[in-house]
């Protein structure tokens, strides 16, 4: 089956740049995803980057996605106490619309 | 809109008992799911509905059962808890079959005794 394998935990110091990394198995996968989670709350949905990609870019938020290696990342740009909380990345093997399957999240702790 | 809510937020069970937990949306959304977080395992997939009337099993579909009579409610049914059912439940939806984003209730944190 498919397997998302993300880091547990990330620290990093307001402002610096944080890069959450994630590595999947199924090359099929169209489109791969980022989410949120802040404490106490659902997902929410960072951002998504298609497999035709190499490089996403919305605003402080960089995705890179290397085919190759099945590897994706998040950047997030000038870290704020904000950004705190649990990050998933998320791919959609073809042949199974109706489904995402999950990374188990990063937690990035931001640190003054 | 409320989007997607979940009830109820929290919940303490007896290992045996029965109950449901409660998802509605107001998006009219075709696609609505369950899933389950766990510490370290991320979120799996209990079961899923592409359309009222229509629903199947995902990744852990064991001790749970659930319907979807309309569009607007997907609940999830627990008929015997168990211990091992002790985590916190998200449900999602979105409008489509395709890639859509997923909008996340606010989840209930269950647990069993």
Redesign the interface.
Known sequence: GED?EQS?FLSVREGDSSVINCTYTDSSS??L?WYKQEP??????LT?IFSNMDMKQDQRLTVLLNKKDKHLSLRIADTQTGDSAIY?CAE?PTGT????T????TRLQVTL | NAG?TQTPKFQVLKTGQSMTLQCAQDMNHE?M?W?RQDP??????IH?S?GAGIT?Q?EVPNGYNVSRSTTEDFPLRLLSAAPSQTSVY?C?SRLG???E??F????TQLSVL
């Open positions: 998302v547990l169209t489109y995803y106490g709350a659902g997902l929410q949905l998504y998933f959609n619309a109706s489904k995402l999950f990374g188990t999240g | 997607v696609y799911s899933y370290g395992m991320g979120l799996r997939l899923y592409v199947d995902g998200f999602a079959l395709t890639n984003k997923l996340f209730g606010s989840g």
